[in-house]
């Protein structure tokens, strides 16, 4: 069973950075696909970034593209959002997910770390 750890979460003032950690556990991830999402109050859960496990292409969301890179690390099973450049509007709970090869779907979610940017 896959578990997901997030971390680094707080509170920010805006055009500063914060580093989002995944930890992840219970198999291994060969061709899995890790992504963050996040949800902010009254609004539904968007996608931010995603990583392929094997290769390390990754995707954006248009609203993050320049300013958040999405990494991982295979030896420490983690993988990071390092967000640059944040804004009032990238306040919201951010999760970090995977999506298995066989489903194709984001099945496994961690519990959420809290990101806030003041103005």
């Known amino acids: 069973q896959v578990q997901l750890v997030e971390s680094g979460g707080g509170l920010v003032q805006a055009g500063g950075s914060l580093r989002l950690s995944c930890a992840a556990s219970?198999?291994?991830?060969?061709?899995?696909?890790m992504g963050w999402f996040r949800q902010a109050p009254g609004k539904e859960r968007e996608f931010v970034a995603a990583?392929?496990?094997?290769?390390?292409?990754?995707l954006y969301a248009d609203s993050v593209k320049g300013r958040f890179t999405i990494s991982r690390d295979n030896a420490k099973n983690t993988m990071y959002l390092q967000m640059n450049s944040l804004k009032p509007e990238d306040t919201a709970l951010y999760y970090c997910?995977?999506?298995?090869?066989?489903?194709?779907?984001?099945?496994?979610w961690g519990q959420g770390t809290q990101v806030t940017v003041s103005s």
């Open positions: 997910a995977a999506r298995s090869p066989t489903t194709s779907r984001y099945d496994s």
């Open positions: 219970g198999r291994t991830f060969n061709n899995y696909a």
């Open positions: 990583i392929n496990w094997n290769d390390a292409s990754t």
